[in-house]
């Protein structure tokens, strides 16, 4: 049997953090989701575990809801075309919007400790669309510049299914939950990515504010993503 090989790292103390060990990979079974990630991995920053819990969540999120899907942090598009690859794959053509300033992590503050902003700034609009094209995911619709404020008008669906918020940063993630929230529809699901990363405590700290609501459950994974469920 194969096992990974052995990470140390070292913790702050008192941060919360120890290595866990679940040995359950059901990509590793997924013929369908490992072409795919063939197909995207050299353009994201996503691992297999987050990315194919993405893959099961917008076929889950897809069966149940109309309206589009937004990723918020496209970086180079892959996790946005894994989405797509899955809709696709069930002849499904709502839109996938593929928002990213292109110039890196904005809004960062007090909030967060590690970034500074303009932080994953090694991408470009061009290159991203070139990268979809390639893959002939013509449903993906690209939005260059800050999500909300600047790009949001773009968008013409009215109602979502399902959004991916992979920006980094307290204020950024803050917005686009906001942003999104009244169009997300009953059984869709806002993903966070970050959730409990070291550096990335103003996501954190974000989906944990977020638990005091009452049209929501948090379902907080070990894998780095938190899941905010919209059941009314
Ligand atoms: C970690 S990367 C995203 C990784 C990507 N999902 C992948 O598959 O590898 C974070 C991205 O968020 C973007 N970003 C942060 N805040 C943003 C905002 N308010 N609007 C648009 N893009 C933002 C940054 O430019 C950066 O490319």
């Known amino acids: ?22 040995d359950y990979r059901p990509w590793l079974r997924d013929a369908e989701f490992l072409a795919a990630w063939r197909r995207v991995r050299d353009n994201t920053l996503l691992d297999q575990a987050r990315l194919h819990n993405l893959w099961d969540l917008v076929e889950q999120c897809s069966r149940r809801c109309t309206g589009a899907v937004l990723e918020v942090g496209a970086w180079r598009g892959g ?7 899955r809709l696709r794959a069930a002849g499904d053509q709502r839109r996938v919007y593929v928002a990213d300033t292109f110039a890196g992590v904005v809004k960062a503050g007090e909030q967060d400790s590690y970034y500074r902003g303009g932080e ?28 909300p404020d600047e790009t949001a008008r773009d968008i013409t669906d009215s109602s979502f299914a399902l959004c991916h918020i992979d920006v980094d940063v307290y204020q950024s993630a803050r917005d686009v939950f906001f942003w999104v929230w009244p169009m997300l529809q009953p059984g869709g ?37 938190a899941l905010a469920i919209k059941f009314r």
């Open 1 to 22: 049997m194969e096992r990974d090989a052995t990470v140390v790292r070292v913790y702050p103390p008192g941060y919360g953090h120890t290595p866990i060990s679940a």
């Open 79 to 85: 996790s946005s075309a894994l989405m797509a690859l």
């Open 189 to 225: 699901v806002v993903v966070f990515d970050d959730y409990g990363f070291l550096g990335c405590d103003g996501v954190t700290r974000l989906v944990d504010e977020l638990r005091q609501r009452d049209d929501l459950v948090i379902a907080a994974n070990v894998n780095g993503q």
């Open 120 to 147: 994953h700034a090694d991408t470009s609009v061009d290159r991203v669309a070139r990268f979809l094209d390639d893959l002939s995911l013509h449903q993906c619709v690209v939005l260059p510049g800050m999500f």
